[in-house]
């Protein structure tokens, strides 16, 4: 069965650092990675995805995210964290086990960016 | 001209009353889903639908139905709402059934409060 953890519940990070939100994976087979993002009181936004190929993908609003097979993870990352970016933060599996491609999603990560 | 729209927003209601939730995409998307995000922020998918399959999570309640008016439509009808129900519910959909590079879309989302 297809799976993501993100072991992370909230990342605190200054304006103007580095962020990185973890997320590691569990499938059988091809692994189809997605990362979205929640603003409070709001939809889901896709930012990016891994389906193959280059293992470091490239996103909306100056995200990106690295594919590691050995590690099983693809975690999400930002080189300056604007306060802009504080919102939740969920990585998605695609559940090939069933016809329909549904989304498994983690638990969340709340990013919170102080100036 | 949005791609997933919801109405209503919010939603506030009686516990035992019956009510829907409409979901409309302008994407020509092929598939249809129905999320729930519980108070603790957790999405997990509630149905998947195209034109010919209906896949439904088997933790479900029955009182849960997707009605699909037409390609574009996938209501979501409750029956004898319980307090539990209180939740988000989000729409989505994707471009073509079953294939796992696509993205999904999600709508706004439907703030359901059962008193």
């Known amino acids: 069965a297809q799976s993501v953890a993100q072991p992370e519940d909230q990342v605190n990070v200054a304006e103007g650092n580095p962020l990185t939100v973890k997320c590691t994976y569990s499938v059988s087979g091809n692994p189809y990675l997605f990362w979205y993002v929640q603003y409070p009181n709001r939809g889901l936004q896709f930012l990016l995805k891994y389906i193959t190929g280059d293992n470091l993908v490239k996103g909306s609003y100056g995200f990106e995210a690295e594919f590691n097979k050995s590690q099983t993870s693809f975690h999400l990352k930002k080189p300056s964290a604007l306060v802009s970016d504080s919102a939740l933060y969920f990585c998605a599996v695609r559940d090939l086990g069933g016809s329909q491609g549904n989304l498994i999603f983690g638990k969340g990560t709340k990013l919170s960016v102080k100036p | 001209d949005t791609a997933v729209s919801q109405t209503p927003k919010y939603l506030v209601t009686q516990m035992g009353n019956d009510k829907s939730i409409k979901c409309e995409q302008n994407?020509?998307?092929?598939?249809m889903y129905w999320y729930k995000q519980d108070s603790k922020k957790f999405l997990k998918i509630m149905f998947s639908y195209n034109n010919k399959e209906l896949i439904i999570n088997e933790t479900v309640p029955n009182r849960f139905s997707p009605k699909s008016p037409d390609k574009a439509h996938l209501n979501l009808h409750i029956n004898s709402l319980e307090l539990g129900d209180s939740a988000v519910y989000f729409c989505?959909?994707?471009?073509?059934?079953?294939?796992?590079?696509?993205?999904?879309?999600f709508g706004p989302g439907t703030r359901l409060t059962v008193l």
């Open positions: 994407l020509g998307h092929d598939t």
């Open positions: 989505a959909s994707s471009p073509l059934v079953g294939r796992a590079t696509d993205t999904q879309y």
